[in-house]
């Protein structure tokens, strides 16, 4: 169970982390960059999973993505596929849930650039893609960075939003958060020890990570 | 040759909403936009540049629309080949010296673009510093490569927004310099943007003067300096007179230096120049005494014949420009100019303390 649990977390957080660090930072250039109508809404539905309990963002995922959920049943009568119950459905809930500080970080660091870089590059002839890539990306690297470890440290510890999207199948959709919730109540507190062992050490690195990306380079 | 001639609107939040409506053409060489600060100087640059979108005008350079309201034109700045030097350098930090000029470089052969890159970085001078961040430059030489960089791109013109003022006095000095020789060997038109006089009268072909959104006056500019047309101009270049001259020679034993200024000679206080180098006088008009008669056995050291130009009262007092080889402009007092009966083509003589003649940086 322990390893099991433990691969299975691995897979599901590398591809929640990659996905929430490509759509958080698109998204938070949106947000930092363009002026458009519902901004702020399109930010607040963002953040929403930040604030509301895990179960009940997990229940708005099944009433979306769900066999007859919003956007659920179209791809149901597509590919009689259902993302309910699959490892996939464990990845989404954790990326949903650890967007938020995606977005907050990178959308932080993006608005603190000086936007007249930005100018600079555009009069020297580069377009807007290379300017972002060249300029904005790398003057945005750190806080976007402390983003990602958020984001990965988010991931890794979801348990409430998991549950309701995924469920709790062993070897399938059974993450380290949720073998340590089923070792513990079927009294296998050596496993459960061993697990929460595991996760601290993971997020004390992260932490740790997060500092010395937050900080400013040193002068050479 | 840069034509503008555009409107723009600022939406008045409490205060006082302010207009732009400037017109000018620019030619080769440096031309100096010169305003208090406020002006709409840097809005006026930022719309060749494309960075702001005028309400209404015409923005061209040579053949090249950048801007035109009626036919609907609205030039990209990519596509506007212009450079544009801030006055706080703004280099990516994340980039080295040469790496910054690099960026700006068109995509050539790899090897001519280093060479360009090269070329560039010595004719600003920091060739020494070609791989130091620019947090390991100081601000003259951030400012060099920010001109490099600029360069780079093989601008059609290169507009500089107070390229000198985040940099000290002794720096700046030599900057100037160096500006005007880049000028002359790249040939690319620079527009420049200060409201420094000294920096404009040294570096300026032509001079633009701005007030509260519009362009007040233009020509060469010590006759702007000292020959304001109207009230604006008048009120934004100060109540200095600017003179550009050479030291032509030294009495220390009297406490005096000749400084020789065109047509005339102009006694100053003694100082450590060397001979021959040029020098910029500054001479405030409410300094300089007018006589109808010469005056013989005065202790000023400067004598100058020659005719009002014009007068223009502002207020209560009255500004008159006096045509001596040099124009110089004098501030009076209506009951002076009364009293001397002064109208345009009147003969007079201005008397100038040598203490009245301090050198401008």
């Known amino acids: 169970m322990t390893w099991s649990a433990f691969k299975l977390s691995l897979l599901v957080v590398s591809v929640a982390t990659v996905a929430v660090t490509l759509a958080g930072t698109a998204l938070a250039f949106v947000l930092a960059r363009r002026e458009f109508r519902g901004k702020e809404a399109l930010d607040s539905l963002v953040t929403l999973p930040m604030v509301l309990p895990p179960t009940v963002t997990g229940y708005y995922l099944i009433l979306v993505l769900g066999r007859q959920g919003l956007l659920g049943k179209y791809l149901f009568a597509l590919t009689g596929w259902t993302v309910a119950f699959t490892w996939e459905a464990a990845a989404i809930a954790a990326g949903v849930m650890a967007l938020p500080l995606m977005v907050k970080s990178a959308r932080a660091a993006l608005e603190s650039i000086d936007r007249r870089y930005e100018l600079v590059s555009f009069s020297l002839g580069k377009s807007e893609l290379e300017t972002f890539f060249r300029v904005t990306l790398p003057l945005a690297s750190r806080g976007i960075l402390a983003g990602v470890v958020l984001s990965f440290a988010r991931a890794l510890g979801e348990f409430g939003a998991t549950l309701m999207l995924a469920g709790n199948i062993r070897g399938k959709t059974q993450t380290m958060p949720l073998a340590i919730y089923e070792a513990f109540i079927s009294g296998e507190d050596q496993k459960a020890q061993l697990m929460a062992v595991i996760l601290t050490l993971t997020s004390i690195a992260v932490i740790y990570l997060t500092n010395v990306l937050s900080r400013p380079p040193k002068a050479a | ?361």
């Open chain 2, 1 to 361: 040759m840069l034509n503008v001639a555009i409107k723009k609107q600022f939406a008045s939040n409490g205060r006082a909403s302010f207009a732009l409506d400037a017109a000018f053409t620019a030619n080769q060489g440096i031309t100096v936009l010169f305003g208090a600060s406020g002006s709409g100087k840097t809005t006026t640059l930022r719309s060749i540049a494309g960075m702001v979108t005028p309400d209404e005008g015409r923005i061209s350079l040579g053949d090249a629309v950048y801007f035109d309201s009626v036919a609907r034109v609205n030039l990209a700045m990519q596509k506007r080949r212009v450079g544009f030097v801030f006055q706080d350098y703004l280099l990516f930090p994340h980039l080295t010296a040469t790496e910054n000029v690099a960026y700006g470089a068109k995509a050539r052969h790899d090897q001519h673009r280093r060479q360009h890159v090269d070329d560039l970085l010595k004719l600003v001078g920091v060739d020494y510093a070609a791989g130091r961040r620019p947090a390991e430059l100081s601000g003259g030489e951030q400012q060099r490569v920010a001109l490099a960089r600029a360069l780079a791109s093989d601008p059609a013109i290169l507009l500089l927004d107070e390229p000198l003022s985040a940099v000290d006095v002794t720096t700046r000095s030599r900057l100037l310099d160096e500006i005007v020789e880049v000028q002359r060997k790249t040939a690319i038109p620079f527009l420049y943007v200060t409201h420094s006089p000294a920096d404009a009268v040294r570096i300026g072909d032509s001079l633009l003067v701005m007030a509260e959104g519009s362009i007040v006056q233009e020509g060469k500019p010590l006759e702007v300096f000292n020959a304001p047309l109207n009230v604006p101009a008048a009120r934004v270049v100060g109540t200095e007179n600017v003179l550009v001259g050479r030291v032509a020679g030294h009495q220390p034993e009297e406490g005096i230096s000749i400084v020789e200024l065109g047509a005339c000679r102009m006694v100053i206080p003694y100082s450590h120049l060397a001979e021959g180098s040029r020098v910029t006088l500054g001479i405030r008009a409410e300094d300089i005494i007018i006589s109808r008669e010469r005056v013989s056995r005065t202790s000023a050291r400067n004598l100058l014949a020659g005719n009002v130009r014009h007068l223009l009262r502002d207020g209560e007092s009255i500004e008159l420009v006096a045509d001596c080889g040099v124009d110089l402009k004098v501030r009076i007092t209506p009951q002076a100019e009364h009293a001397l009966e002064l109208a345009p083509g009147v003969e007079i003589y201005l008397l100038i303390k040598a203490s009245s003649c301090h050198i401008l940086s």
